[in-house]
């Protein structure tokens, strides 16, 4: 697709632009710009842990904001009309958001436990104390909500809460992905012996194969409705995120494959992070578990049985249509996920600082 060919950048200004139709144009002269006013606070290797400039303290429950490991952090603040960290910001909440960076060869050798006793526990640590000692509400997505969902299993005493979306826990419930990484017909073990990191182009082809004729689909209705403006600017800020994926540490990976979508550890109650047992029902504290309906990633019935496997008594549920990047990247779903969280979060007096 255009937006991930290594075409030249042309300024908008650049006269050659008007020669092409409007979407050639936009694919020529789109930059991503900055959305939310953020500041690192803290730094290790690639990674980098960023809090929105406002509110700068509040008596609400910090969050913490983790994506996956294979996309770019900015999915969480993706436009001015679809930005998680803005919307949160101006809910009056305490925003952090966890940025992995890129992975080199240096990172081949973190392995999956290594992530959660290693820059995860620090990275919860560091929020609490900024926060003034207050425990954050972990909030993941996609990854980086399973990530959340067994870091609060094997150390909730770190943890105010958790907001897991589009997170599966049942992996024998993942469809198409769960099909695709049998041991039957993957070895994540060899693989790394051979290639190190996961290469961004194997995963993003690897998405795409799910659903193949919807990369077309989308570049055709663009087409279509090229002439109008905003829904440009709306269609290359998702492409352009779509399109800028990161290696996946091979360590990490071929334990996520085999630990998860093969043995499927979590839901069985059969993983252990180094020394800790990742047991759900270790999980007390407030939940609330945000599925997709139409997600063919992390269908509802893969995420869902967290409701049952968690030892909390104020667990919710909600469903909302539209897919797995849908949910968090639609102008028509992000007002309702907005509204959704903000209510959860203040409806919980156990969450008040």
């Not at 998680?84 to 060869?105: F, I, M, N, Q, R």
């Not at 469809?175 to 049998?182: A, D, K, N, S, Y």
């Not at 993957?186 to 659903?211: C, E, H, K, M």
Request: aromatic share 10%; net charge negative; with cysteine.
């Amino acid at each position: 697709m255009l937006t991930s060919l290594e075409m030249p950048k042309l300024s908008e200004d650049n006269p050659l632009l008007q020669y092409y139709p409007p979407l050639v144009r936009k694919a020529l002269s789109y930059e991503r710009q900055a959305v939310t006013p953020m500041h690192p606070i803290y730094q290790e290797n690639k990674l980098t842990l960023w809090k929105t400039n406002s509110p700068e303290t509040s008596k609400k429950v910090p969050l913490l904001l983790i994506p996956a490991l294979i996309n770019r952090h900015y999915i969480l603040d993706l436009s001015e009309k679809n930005s998680l960290c803005k919307a949160l910001s101006e809910a009056g909440y305490e925003v952090y958001l966890v940025d992995w960076g890129t992975a080199t060869e240096e990172d081949r050798w973190m392995t999956f436990a290594d992530l959660f006793t290693g820059p995860m526990r620090r990275i919860v640590r560091k929020v609490t104390r900024d926060a003034g000692g207050r425990k954050p509400v972990l909030f993941g997505y996609c990854l980086g909500g399973i990530i959340s969902n067994i870091y609060t299993s094997i150390f909730p005493q770190d943890v105010a809460g958790l907001i897991a979306l589009t997170a599966p826990v049942d992996f024998s419930q993942t469809g198409i992905m769960g099909l695709w990484t049998q041991q039957k017909y993957l070895d994540p073990y060899q693989l790394v012996d051979a290639i190190g990191n996961v290469p961004p182009d194997l995963v993003q082809n690897g998405f795409t194969s799910l659903r193949p004729a919807q990369a077309v689909r989308k570049w055709q209705n663009a087409w279509e409705k090229q002439d109008n403006d905003d829904l440009l600017d709306s269609f290359f800020i998702l492409e352009e995120w779509v399109n800028d994926n990161i290696p996946f540490p091979g360590g990490t990976w071929q334990d996520y494959i085999h630990w998860l979508y093969q043995d499927n550890r979590l839901f069985k109650d059969e993983l252990w992070i180094g020394k800790h047992h990742a047991l759900l029902k270790n999980v007390t504290c407030p939940v609330l578990n945000i599925v997709a309906d139409n997600d063919h990633i992390a269908p509802p019935e893969a995420c869902l049985p967290l409701n049952d496997k968690v030892g909390s008594e104020d667990v919710t549920a909600a469903h909302m249509p539209g897919g797995h990047v849908g949910i968090i990247a639609s102008s028509r779903l992000f007002g309702k996920l907005v509204t959704l969280v903000v209510e959860w979060l203040d409806g919980r007096p156990s969450l008040l600082a």
